[in-house]
């Protein structure tokens, strides 16, 4: 490790475990705060999986190097005329277990202010001190989309099997730079496999909470990663956003014309993308299985049947 890297975090000690029962390393999943969190999916991300599983932190990043106070000042409490607290700004590498206990490594906290390139180096250097087979970094933009139809999730990356099963977008894009996307590309050059998921959010409630993007992007690392993430909680908050947003839907006429402008924008947009992509999976559908998984399952459903068919059956003592 460089210099630069023994300023930049601080590994804990001793060292949690990161490797599982599984062949391969670990999935990597970044979710930095403060850029491209619309409906404060990416923040939500990290918070939930903190909340609902088992981790434990495994190396700190120094915010004094990263961070710059005066964009990202910290809410301070005074009470009875004395300073109580101040919230803490924590970038942190963790190692995470899923409900199978499956581990996966996630970096979450603020984006970076400062130093970019030195912060994305020691990234680097963590995934391949730690076997990182995967990283997946996580945005989420606010689109021209309607609440009123499925999710969608746009994936980028030079990772085949992680962008097999995602919709991805066949363009030149310009968009403004993060440190995630600075870290993409320094993986990328480095020979590692990356790739990013876009959640697409309506506009007019990227401001607010939106658990159904939490939810969309987390069902799709869960599926690209293999991980059992817990998903019930933010089911049924999404379920609940989606009430209160149709019944305001169902009150304002002038609501209705602009979601059903939205509709028609993305019912064409989506059907044009399978005409080119007739054999991709789109938003609200489910994958279908090939036909030796279809075959695999009948033997499996033949060989359950002769083994009932066994056990059943009892041979007759003779008189």
Not at 92 to 100: A, E, F, Q, S, T
Not at 150 to 178: C, E, I, W, Y
Not at 251 to 277: F, K, T, W
């Amino acid at each position: 490790m460089s210099d630069n890297n023994d300023r930049m975090y601080e590994l804990e000690y001793p060292s949690p475990e990161v490797s599982g029962q599984t062949a391969g390393g670990p999935t990597l999943i970044v979710a930095l705060q403060g850029y491209a969190d619309a409906g404060h999916a990416v923040e939500s991300s990290s918070s939930h999986l903190m909340d609902a599983l088992d981790h434990r932190l495994i190396a700190s990043f120094n915010n004094d190097e990263l961070i710059d106070y005066r964009s990202r000042r910290p809410v301070v409490v005074i009470e009875h005329n004395e300073v109580t607290s101040m919230d803490e700004l924590n970038l942190g590498l963790h190692v995470v277990r899923d409900n199978d206990n499956k581990p996966f490594l996630m970096l979450s906290g603020p984006e970076p202010d400062l130093r970019w390139g030195d912060f994305s180096n020691a990234v680097v250097d963590l995934v391949e001190k730690f076997g990182v087979e995967n990283t997946i970094c996580l945005y989420a933009a606010p689109m021209t989309v309607p609440h009123t139809r499925p999710t969608v999730v746009t994936a980028h990356g030079n990772s085949t099997d992680r962008l097999k099963d995602q919709v991805s977008l066949d363009t030149r894009m310009t968009v403004p730079g993060s440190a995630s996307l600075m870290l993409e590309k320094l993986l990328k050059d480095k020979g590692k496999n990356v790739s990013g998921y876009t959640v697409h959010v309506p506009h007019y409630v990227s401001a607010s909470p939106y658990p159904a993007a939490t939810l969309k992007l987390l069902q799709s690392i869960a599926d690209s990663a293999d991980l059992n993430l817990p998903l019930l909680a933010l089911e049924r908050d999404a379920e609940k956003v989606h009430r209160q947003l149709m019944e305001q839907t169902e009150e304002s006429s002038e609501i209705q014309r602009v979601v059903g402008a939205l509709e028609q924008q993305y019912d064409s947009e989506l059907e044009r993308y399978r005409n080119r992509h007739p054999q991709a999976v789109m938003p609200g559908e489910s994958e279908l299985p090939s036909g030796d998984e279809i075959g695999a399952e009948f033997e499996k459903f033949l060989a359950d049947l002769d083994d009932q068919g066994g056990s059943d059956h009892k041979e007759t003592p003779e008189a």
